[in-house]
């Protein structure tokens, strides 16, 4: 199905491989708030699902991707894959976030051209994040 039709995926759920499995763990629950629904995992294998609220995914070209990370960070630094995570308080959870040993922040919290507050933060074992805040009845996409 292509357009405004109904979607066949039920769920997208994206997975993220760290040699510390709970340290991310921690920061994901701990910090951001997202609910654990499972642990799983035999013979050294573990594994932890995360609930997450709402997902969509953000498909770009280069161009975009060094766009966005000019806005956030000032130069080119985005992996293949990177989250973005919607908050309530960028600014406050981005000054959180700061404050633990292996959180690095890599764009302190700016409003972009589209009116969201948006910060950039490297997380544990390297895993970028965009903080972002919806802010007022500014146009939501660009």
Known sequence: MTGNGP???????LVVRVPDVE???RLL??????????RFGTDGAEAVLLETGAATI???NQAHTDQIDGIEVGRPTSPQLRLALEVDDTAGLTAALAERPDVRVLGAPAVTPWGSLNSRLTLADGVQVTLFEERGDEERFV
Do not use: K
């Not at 979607?7 to 759920?13: D, G, H, I, K, Y």
């Not at 629950?29 to 499972?38: I, N, V």
């Open 7 to 13: 979607s066949r995926v039920a769920q997208l759920r």
């Open 23 to 25: 340290a991310l763990v």
């Open 29 to 38: 629950r701990d910090d951001l708030g997202m609910g654990e629904l499972a």
């Open 58 to 60: 953000e498909v770009g």
